[in-house]
C-alpha cells in the first residue's frame, strides 16, 4: 500500500502529465454526454460510456507512472 501512495505522489514524467490531461478530458465529455439532459442514440451513449472508462483509465494509469520510486532500477 506505501509503494501505491509513493508512487501517486512522486513526480510524473511530462510525457504522461500530457496523457494524464487527455485522459481527464476524455472522462469528463464521457461523463457529459451520460448526464445529457435528453434522450440521445444508443450509440452516443455506448461512446459516452466507453469514454468515461478508457478515460479514468488513462488518467489513473499516467498518475502512477514515475521517474523512479525509490533507487532501485
Known amino acids: 500500500m506505501n509503494k501505491i501512495i509513493e ?3 512522486a513526480p ?4 504522461f502529465k500530457v496523457l494524464r490531461n487527455i485522459g ?4 469528463a465529455v464521457g461523463g457529459t454526454i451520460l448526464a445529457a439532459p435528453i434522450v440521445l442514440p444508443v ?3 455506448s461512446i459516452g ?3 468515461a472508462v ?3 483509465v488513462i488518467s489513473a494509469i499516467s ?3 514515475t521517474e523512479k ?3 532501485s532500477q
Not at 12 to 15: C, I
Not at 24 to 27: G, K, S, T
Open 7 to 9: 508512487r501517486a505522489t
Open 12 to 15: 510524473t514524467p511530462k510525457f
Open 24 to 27: 481527464l478530458a476524455m472522462a
Open 43 to 45: 450509440v452516443v451513449t
Open 49 to 51: 460510456g466507453y469514454l
Open 54 to 56: 478508457a478515460g479514468g
Open 63 to 65: 498518475q502512477l507512472t
Open 69 to 71: 520510486v525509490d533507487g
